[in-house]
């Protein structure tokens, strides 16, 4: 269980004793610095970041891996240069960076160059050196939900903030893409007394929580709500997961052109949703659908795909019922 | 002394000094949840976070030391929206019944929630509900209202170092619990309430004698006596908002009976019995080579942590019961015959200030032909209770004074209220029987005060007496340890399980301080040095019950009524 400081670990750590505590990672630069000397070394680097940094690279980019780069190279550098770009010829979306309680760093500022200062004014940190690339596939509030399942699980227990709070802010965010179909009307208000609490929420977990890991737990919220705050509120107001990530905020359509009409879906599918002659595309019914994937992976023409409620409701037009 | 500035006034602090407890003194209640006197700060419930200039974050003023120059704000908006928000998260968790949840009025969120105008909780969580552990005989737990501030984990082991709780699982999933998840009564734990006491709500209660001892007033059949401890007197007030330090004995007495109890003894009578014989026990032991250093055994929280941590001290353990029990044994022996009533007819309560009490009626030892010494035991808290339920109050009685045969006290046995007290009151009586004249100063200062461990020489006759008095559990370990490694000047130890003694037992008022225990204390030694009787074999009632009954100290009737024994007891920890 992590205990209040001071005393830190320098002062009185180990058995009462002074103790520094060191990442591997700061023990492999010295030997170059013992090899290139102070000034040798503090020549790598930004004025106030010096050496290099390894970086866990993964995610949306074609060479994933460690990487190892002077301190100031810009995110473009590394995920374009040294990772090779986005597979697929998607579109980068974000860089997310310092681990499960770091920051997302949206496309048009990946020409930061790369240092503890310049990633915090963005709202991330260096943190574990974490690097994952995410493309326009990706939806930013399963992002967060994910890294917040993680934190809560982390979480010790031992002080209010981070227990209670990092499960209120999961909770939050399970509400806003979960599927509304049996939510009654106290559930509706509280997932939007969630929803108008979280930013305060946030604010008073990293405000007042013991240690580094609650400090920090509210990030990929915060973060992914200062750049893509849009995404929240298609999730929120429009119901639709833009990426088409969240199941029970998309649609699942057959595209025509690729369906060959075996009727695999058809016999896979467990509600009865898909009908269609055999040798002619197959459809949908939304009715019946209840967005359980089952016929995604038996499809072999990948003919079914995804897409954000919203655009499904605008392309059946106004004959569909809307529901609040 | 460092000059701090505390909401824009000038603060003098000692160095080391925490913001919390300079902002107190400056009379700026900074809010606490996980704090406990004297104890190293936790951290955990960040409610008494605050505004330090220069600091981005909010800094827990518990664990954070002042600094020459330091500038605090302990109510800025920020940190009363922080503190707020904490509150919020812990009733969005909590069950929504203070309407007859048995904290209501002396619950420290319930409290909180309301300083901090906390009308609506903007949080809601889903909660599975708990099974409550009700296997003990002394305490309750509800983890359902447990919120995890982790005190009674700390008293149990760093005051009483027992260790029968602690948290298991980890986050939103703890729980406080025991070895194996078993109940509280096959753990370890020793019944001392401490655990109550400190618990900011009701996941800690006490084990309710109250509709049981309703019940038995208002049954026709039975005669229903009450003997109230040492302690009780100078504490019942504050659960009716005195302050600490008032001696409501009188006016107790005439509530109880009011309550319909048809006798109120004193179970400082029964101390004073208990010094008879204890006294003569240990001077039996010195003149004979018997088992030292001798030990008391009036605390049963003690007595159990013995039979469970060092059962090869068991034969230190002075035989005598404690006087609740000793007197229970009377009451129905002696005062059965004299009134010529069925011992089985007569319903005996025992008003304590102790949890372990009820744990210690139930002893099975502690019976005499098949019935029961001590048919139920309330608690001070419980008292209070019970004397509101029958529409009663401090204010609407006069005083009254006791009843024979067992009312009469010396201030001995009053002092068995205060850590040191049972040792000040067998060395007055050890001293008499030894040598056939009394003190000269009957104050014995060394083992007085709320120091952990007390220690004195005495000459009697020529022979140097060692005693040691502890308080608090923990600090029995260190004995221990010392008596295990070789040291062999003691001959007498006491030993009270409450840090302070019984006045500040398991069973005491919510909201027990050391600055209320020093004042109970205080009136306690007041009662000694005002009063004429203080000595245990002066007790004129103390020597009829001899003559008449029991004959003399150690004798046949004694050995069959007032002593018991002790055994190994095999523990989950």
Known sequence: MPRPRPPYPAIAGLFGKPTIINNVET??????????????????????????????LSGKVLRTGLVEVPMGTTLREIVFGIGGGIPGGNRCKAVQIGGPSGGCIPEDQLDVEVDYESLKTLGAMMGSGGMVVTDEKTCMVDLAKYFMEFIQSESCGKCIPCREGTRQMLETLRAITRDRKKESDIDSLLRFQGVLHLERLARNIRDTSLCGLGQTAPNPVL????????????????????AAVCRALSAFVITPDLCSGCGVCIRACPHGAIVGEKKKPHSINPELCEKCGACVVKCRFEAIRTIPAAEDLRTRGDNVKVMS | MIQVEINGRAVEARENETILEVARRAGCNIPTLCHVENLPPSGACRMCVVEVEGSRALIPSCAYPVSAGMKVKTHTSRVLEARR????????????????????????LQDLSAELGVRDSAYVAERQEKKLDISSPSIVRDPNKCILCGRCVRVCEEVQGVSA????????????GTAFNQGLNVSSCINCGQCIVVCPTAALTEQSHVARVVQALNDPGL???VQHAPSISVTLAEEFGAEAGSDVNGKMVALLRRLGFKKVFDTSFSADLTIMEEASELVQRITTGGTLPMMTSCSPGWTKFVEQFYPEFIGNLSTCKSPQQMLGAVIKSYFAQRENLDPKKIYSVAIMPCTAKKFEAGRPEMEGNGVPDVDAVLTTRELADLIRMYGLSLDGVEAETADNPFGTRSTAGKLFGASGGVMEAAIRTAHYLLTGKELAELKVEAVRGMEGRKEAKLTINGVTVGVAVVNGLGKAHELFDEIRSGRSDLHFVEVMTCPGGCIAGGGQPIGTDLAKVRKRMQVLHQIDRQEGLRTSHGNPEIRELYEKFLGKPLGERSHKLLHTHYHERDVLR
């Open chain 2, 165 to 176: 709780i602690d948290f298991v699982g980890r986050g939103s999933k703890t729980t406080i």
């Open chain 2, 223 to 225: 005669t229903c006596v």
């Open chain 2, 85 to 108: 928000t904490i509150a919020e998260l812990l009733l969005a968790n909590h069950p929504n019944d203070c309407t007859h949840c048995a904290r209501n009025h002396k619950c420290q």
């Open chain 1, 27 to 56: 023990l492999a630069n010295v030997p170059d610095v013992i090899r290139l000397g102070a000034a040798g070394f503090g020549s790598i680097g930004t004025a106030s970041s010096k050496g290099t940094k390894v970086f866990a």
């Open chain 1, 223 to 242: 973060s992914t709500l200062r750049w893509f705050r849009a995404e929240y509120e298609a999730h929120i107001f429009e119901r639709s997961c833009p």
